[in-house]
């Protein structure tokens, strides 16, 4: 199927009555210099009159040359008004186009799926359609375009006709809907590798990360596959790609975990930053500690609750962890709040997690409330004003405790460059202490397959101590 069509006829002949003609010539393509947006051309002549096609990409460009050349050499006669061959008219009215579908899929999916999710599922469908549309007439700046499609055209609810969508968005969006691909063109593999392509870089141009790439394009796979169950596809189009998959790192650098004693180093720095009077890190230094001492994801900390907490006198305590608070924002959460609330990462709704933790996590636990008192809704941790504990504080109050307790040299390094860091080296401090992988999976809210292959990881200073057991072990002198 072609991209959208601007015929450049200089002239529409039999004053607008349609005239069949085989008298075609059909012209290389050619990058266009008359526009600062990279884009290519294809021009041809019917009939003495010239046409042409703007794509944003010359693979485009030359799929659709290709069909005319195919339509000529087969005999078919081109039509003087539209330009094209019949089977090129482009699609009927009543086809479903590529950007109905999009936000019939997003329609579809929205209930079922985490606020993380609908975030993705946007920004895979943003990527694809600022692809597939051409540079007809009256094309939105590719910002402008950008912010109708990330955040009102695949946010169900919103879109053309709502009170509070600016007017550059609203006709962003009217301009699309009248653009768009009929969703058959992805049956054509030059129009299925330009959508793919278009995962691979990011908003600024500059190349996605292999990660970022991979969930991409299942999230593509999943709505092309939405396609196939309402019957506009065979099969689905994106098997016909060859697709070179970029290899993910699925193992953690083994430079960010750190040991016990830079834990303790880090967390007491947490205490330190901020003001006496405003306390910003020692409201946050036990919700660190949850995250190394009970292995606790950032949004599971978020959320801990003081219900959630076993904190006895004496020896360990426990966590029966229901509920995460994973940061999202307002646009793809059912309660318009930046964080979500959500049941445990890979568990059944309502399902519960125990985590036994060390006395020292007890102390640290009793010692906060006592300081900070609970939230109004019972969680432990929270902002000056209550709020839940965002994402850019924490990860700010981190960047500046590293400064406090690290050399230079493992402030420039990956060392626990993320609080994310000190669950990876909870895990690995586990793993190392010889505690069975199935309890430290139970414990980690992991499948014991992806915890060897992601968290057994060495501690900072574990290689020297297994180099001197292996030397030791050379200078054994078995006749002795």
């Not at 086809?95 to 975030?119: G, H, N």
């Not at 409201?283 to 994801?297: N, Q, S, V």
């Not at 420039?412 to 586990?430: E, F, I, K």
């Not at 101590?465 to 200078?475: F, T, V």
């Amino acid at each position: 199927m072609l991209a959208q069509r601007l015929p450049g006829l200089a002239s529409q002949p039999g004053g607008g009555t349609r005239v069949k003609t085989f008298d075609v010539r059909i012209w290389a393509v050619r990058k266009n210099t008359s526009s600062k947006k990279s884009s290519y051309q294809v021009r041809w002549v019917v009939a003495g009159q010239v046409c042409y096609e703007t794509f944003r990409t010359k693979a485009l460009a030359e799929g659709f040359r290709a069909k005319l050349i195919t339509a000529s050499r087969e005999g078919e006669p081109f039509d003087t008004t539209t330009g094209l061959p019949e089977a090129l008219s482009g699609p009927r009215q009543s086809e479903l186009t590529w950007y109905e579908f999009a936000q019939m899929y997003t329609a579809m999916k929205w209930p079922d799926v985490s606020a993380k999710q609908r975030d993705s599922m946007s920004e895979t469908l943003t990527a694809v359609t600022m692809a597939l549309v051409g540079e007809r007439p009256g094309r939105p700046a590719d910002e402008v375009l950008w912010r109708a499609l990330r955040r009102w055209a695949f946010v169900p609810g919103t879109g053309n006709g709502q009170p509070d969508m600016p007017a550059r968005e609203a006709v962003a969006l009217t301009w699309v809907g009248k653009t768009s691909l009929p969703l058959s063109a992805l049956k054509d593999p030059v129009t299925m590798r330009a959508a793919l392509d278009a995962l691979k870089v990011k908003k600024d141009g500059t190349a996605a990360a292999a990660e970022t790439v991979r969930r991409k394009r299942a999230v593509l796979f999943n709505v092309l596959g939405y396609a196939v169950e309402r019957g506009e596809f065979v099969d689905n189009p994106i098997k016909a790609i060859e697709w070179r998959r970029m290899k993910v790192t699925k193992t953690v650098d083994r430079r960010v975990v750190v040991n016990p004693r830079q834990t303790r180093e880090l967390l007491t720095a947490v205490t330190y930053v901020g003001t006496y009077h405003r306390a910003r890190g020692r409201r946050l230094a036990a919700m660190f500690a949850c995250m190394y001492y009970a292995g606790l994801r950032p949004a599971e900390a978020v959320g801990l609750r003081e219900s959630d907490c076993h904190l006895p006198d004496q020896g360990w305590g426990r966590l029966i962890l229901a509920k995460t608070r994973p940061s999202a924002g307002k646009r793809w959460t059912d309660s318009r709040e930046v964080h979500d609330s959500r049941g445990l990462k890979n568990r059944p709704k309502d399902d519960t997690r125990i985590v036994p933790i060390p006395p020292e996590l007890v102390t640290i636990l009793t010692e906060h409330i006592t300081e900070f008192g609970i939230a109004a809704d019972g969680r432990l941790f929270r902002s000056e004003q209550g709020a839940v504990v965002s994402s850019s504080t924490y990860f700010r109050v981190w960047a500046q405790a590293r400064t406090l307790a690290l050399t230079p040299a493992q402030v420039a390094s990956p060392m626990a460059q993320r609080p994310y860091d000190l669950r990876h080296a909870a895990l690995s401090t586990w793993l190392n202490a010889g505690v069975d992988p199935t309890e430290v999976a139970e414990r980690a809210g992991n499948s014991v397959e992806v915890l060897l292959s992601r968290y057994a990881k060495c501690l900072d200073g574990r290689t020297e101590i297994i180099n001197r057991r292996i030397h030791a072990a050379l200078q054994d002198d078995p006749d002795d």
